[in-house]
């Protein structure tokens, strides 16, 4: 099964494309950090994104998008586009007909380090024991996307009869 994982945002987007063969072991075959440029405008923006999104759909063909959830911030203008952001990745996943699956920062935390309050850090470190990541990663985006996947992983017998 392939899958993509999204850490979403609205400058900074990570994505990763990770498999899991019938032998139960995850290969990331392909991680980015999108980014869109404070120059153009906020629809140009969110159009960016959402063809960034729709070439690695159509270049993978993932069968499951898994997508971090809002938590709310003091920002409330970060939020907001943040989740108009979020809205665009999914529309352009549910568009090519793949299953939908959002988990929490918490829930990220748990399923990769044990423990919900673990720090960037610990993330890093056991995303690094879980997958072989294969290239230097600069962007903590790209980490939360390939840990988003690994989480979508880990919970999916759980949720496969829901």
């Known amino acids: ?70 938590f709310f911030t003091t920002n409330q203008k970060t939020v907001m586009l943040v989740s108009e952001a979020r809205g665009v990745i999914i529309y352009e996943a ?6 939908i699956s959002e988990f929490t920062p918490l829930q990220a935390k748990v399923a990769i380090t044990g423990y919900g309050r673990g720090t960037k850090d610990q993330m890093k470190f056991m995303v690094e024991k879980l997958i072989i990541v294969g290239k230097k990663i600069k962007e903590d985006d790209e980490y939360d996307a390939i840990a988003l996947g690994l989480t979508f992983f880990a919970t999916y017998n759980s949720r496969k009869n829901t």
Do not use: Q, W
């Open 1 to 70: 099964m392939v899958i993509l994982a999204v850490d979403p945002g609205y400058e900074k987007i990570g994505v990763a494309v990770i498999e899991k063969d019938k032998g139960g072991k995850e290969t990331l075959i392909f991680s980015e950090c999108f980014t869109t440029s404070r120059k153009d405008t906020h629809a140009v923006r969110l159009a960016s994104l959402g063809n960034e999104i729709k070439k690695v759909v159509n270049k993978y063909k993932p069968e499951a998008l898994a997508i971090e959830k809002l």
């Open 94 to 99: 549910s568009s090519a007909g793949l299953k």
